[in-house]
């Protein structure tokens, strides 16, 4: 019985040390957004062969890295007058057989506004802080968990399109899952995480803030201070402006969004100078990986921790 305690306890030991051990890796981070905002892509335009090349290449970053189609194919399509947009959507079952009937929406969106105006004869908008940044965080969540496997609750990896139209991909998407009767728990949205804030601020911001306890919990289960609040987010009711809007609204859950754009540390918003070159490469990799234990946490826990504040 000892000899089988101990082979137990080593067990768990290596277990845990694979799953801690596994780092997203900053070439990685690299790769995937320098494609996604390079010129080849066109800025990306909902309807546009730039953001269909966008799409394919999330749709093979899944594959590859063994994330499932959580509908027949990852393409969840919509259709906006002529133009059809697609939100593409990874699944990860939870390893509990309970709580794998609760759902938890990592989401981004992956268009952007194509062109602006034109400076230095460059008018492509390559969006790579709106959204390229969060995009990739999203890639690179999905394949930490398909490999670890270190998910209780099941976890959905959403891309939207035509965010840019009005949040119209996220609005379809929460619609669909709403009348499937999808079990909600919480939804995060990642939006423009490529830049670091000023030292001595919290890593992050969320929107909302106040409607949730959502970043008290994720700090709890980081183990550190990732996720703050800043008072332009509810001066700009941003909260409204991005794509966890549709799911709030849809299911009535925590939903926010996440980001570490402030409106003093990068002055490309809707540019085109938003280009990788201007990413803090270091800072988005530590900033997704600081994320993990918060999000396992979220992933992991006995109950639903995560609540609504009363308003």
Sequence with gaps: MKHIFSLLSVFMVFSCSTSKAFQIQESSVKESLT????????????????????????????????????????????Q????????IVGFIEGNDPDLKDE??????????????????GDSISNGAN???????????????????????????????????????????LAKVLKDQGLNLYTMINFEMIGVPRASGETLSYITGYDKSNIAEKLNAYAGEELVGFLVQAKAYNLFKRSDNFPFFNEFNVPAHA????????????????????????????????????????????PSQEIKMNNE
Excluded at 154 to 172: D, N
Aim: proline residues 2%.
């Design 130 to 172: 709106d959204d390229a940044s969060g995009t990739v965080a999203v890639l690179e969540w999905a394949k930490y968990f398909a490999k670890t496997k270190t998910n209780k609750r099941s976890i959905l990896f959403t891309l939207y399109a035509a965010e840019e139209m009005g949040l119209k991909g996220s609005e379809h």
């Design 35 to 78: 494609y996604l905002a390079s010129d080849e892509l066109n800025g990306r335009q909902t309807g546009t062969p730039g953001i269909e090349k966008a799409a394919v290449y999330i749709e093979t970053f899944f594959k590859k890295n063994d994330v499932k189609p959580y509908f027949e194919t990852y393409r969840d399509s919509f």
């Design 258 to 301: 996440i980001s570490t754009f402030d409106f003093t540390n990068f002055e490309y918003y809707h540019h085109v100078d938003d280009e990788a070159d201007k990413m803090d490469f270091t800072h988005m990799t530590s900033f997704i990986n600081k994320m993990i234990p918060a999000l396992e946490g979220m992933a992991n826990a």
């Design 80 to 87: 906006l007058k002529k133009i059809t947009g697609y939100n």
């Design 103 to 120: 759902f938890i929406v990592l989401g981004a969106h992956y268009d952007h506004i194509a062109t602006s105006k034109a400076v230095d």
